[in-house]
Nanobody
Framework: QVQLVESGGGLVQAGGSLRLSCAVSGSILSFNSMGWYRQAPGKQRELVAKITNGGTTNYADSVKGRFTISRDNAKNTVYLQMNSLKPEDTAVYYC??????????WGQGTQVTVSS
């Protein structure tokens, strides 16, 4: 049973920073990619950032230059450093792990609220 446990969400003022963590049961290198998604009220879930087991990263245009995804293989943890936060970043953030061909796993989500 794969478990992803997010932490680090909270309330922050615009311009502030937060770091989200996703602790994974088992080795994160066993997954083809790890990612962070977010879902704001009334909107679809969207990709924020992703990192492959080869270390390739990609980001949504809206967060490029502000967010950084990284991982600590020894701790089996993936991080999302979020800087220069904006009110439009307010959402529930979900950790995701993909293992080909059919494994697709989600955490329970952590709320991020950015006040103006």
């Amino acid at each position: 049973q794969v478990q992803l446990v997010e932490s680090g969400g909270g309330l922050v003022q615009a311009g502030g920073s937060l770091r989200l963590s996703c602790a994974v049961s088992g080795s994160i290198l066993s997954f083809n990619s790890m990612g962070w998604y977010r879902q704001a009220p009334g909107k679809q879930r969207e990709l924020v950032a992703k990192i492959t087991n080869g270390g390739t990263t990609n980001y949504a245009d809206s967060v490029k230059g502000r967010f950084t995804i990284s991982r600590d293989n020894a701790k089996n943890t993936v991080y999302l450093q979020m800087n220069s936060l904006k009110p439009e970043d307010t959402a529930v953030y979900y950790c995701n792990a993909v293992k080909w061909p059919m494994g697709n796993y989600w955490g329970q989500g952590t709320q991020v609220t950015v006040s103006s």
